[in-house]
């Protein structure tokens, strides 16, 4: 198709390329349709196919504007701006009432490392407050992600929370060390430990403090899709049990047993490795733009399903902070006017934000059957655009 740029009856200037179609960046008129999809909204499989590109009248439109009555949405801009605030809200809920636990847990085993003097439970506490302080890459990558993308910054902020998410794996690796060292020093100088009710009690204390707020994090983080809060989440559950290790430890004191401490520091050492093996894994992947591979598939079947596309194309999904955008080829017939082009492709995006969790917005290219050789062979040279 060739390039063209057009203005709607609502003054927003739209440009579609040689090579594509963009929403989401722009506001579209919907006509009646008033769509609100957020990040964290999950449409069942009956939305998708049934959206064509003109919502033509029958069986299937009276479901679908049914639906719409019962279920308002908005393709806005400023309702997914809104709709991408609400998630970061619950992500600074989450690190707020998070700090809020993690410092009292600290508090309570603070007092009692001053009547025991155990350095393993005083490493422990240590290890809390960090923990509690992982809150604050967090929160700012969470106020930075509200900000509007603007000329420099064009997808906007919500990359900062992955940038969040090395400085919580970097944190969890010097977990590990801290824990490492501190066993190898216990096991090479022992020390005798006071007061120890009071600290298997701190130690029940640290462990379901931050079993609390790890699954507190966890669930907080895969439901608006943070991959850092997720990571922050692992973090503190690793604490957990280096909490549970001073409880053993004190165990082994009681009976007498002075290296039982050590050694299972050792051993929480290496659990604490394996959690960070699994939270680094999660944010390279996201810093890479990995996605779900069965994401992808629900793209296509949802593109597929939209009347007048016969095909599809390459598709292509990237997170931004906790949002999903896409791009995805469509092959469409070639005697369509660039009217009917442009409301196929509203009706794809359509189809792809209804269908995807968290897809906020989509760049569709329109394809159609080769006519006259291939229209996209003044690009071949290019290597990866040839890709198509």
Known sequence: MAGIRHTHPNGHEHHHGAHGHHHGVHDHPH????HDHGPGHDHGPDHGPDHGPDHRPGPGGARHRLAHLLRPHSHESGDKVDAAMETSRDGMRTLWISLVVLAATTAVQAVIVALSGSVALFGDTVHNAADALTAVPLGIAFVLGRRAANRRFTYGYGRAEDLAGIVIVAVIAASAVVAAFMAVDRLLHPRDITHLWAVSVAALVGFAGNEWVAR???????????????????????????????LLGAGGAALGVRWADPVVGLLITVAILLVLRDAAREVCRRLMDAVDPALVGTAET??????????????????????????????????????????????????LIHAVPRLTAATVHIDHRPVEGDPHAALAHHGAVSAR
């Not at 006509?31 to 008033?34: A, S, T």
């Not at 907080?220 to 850092?228: L, N």
């Not at 922050?232 to 909490?243: E, I, V, Y």
Request: hydrophobic share 45%; no cysteine; proline share 1%.
């Open 31 to 34: 006509g009646d349709h008033d």
């Open 216 to 246: 507190y994090r966890i669930r907080t983080g895969r439901r608006i899709g943070s991959a850092a809060l997720v990571a922050d989440g692992l973090h503190a559950r690793t604490d957990g049990f280096t909490s549970l290790a001073v």
């Open 302 to 351: 949802a593109l597929r399903g939209v009347d007048g596309v016969l095909d599809t194309g390459q598709v292509r999904m990237r997170w931004i902070g906790h949002a999903l955008r896409a791009e995805a080829d469509i092959v469409v017939d070639p005697q369509l006017t660039v009217v009917q082009a442009h409301s196929l492709a509203v009706a794809a995006e359509h189809a």
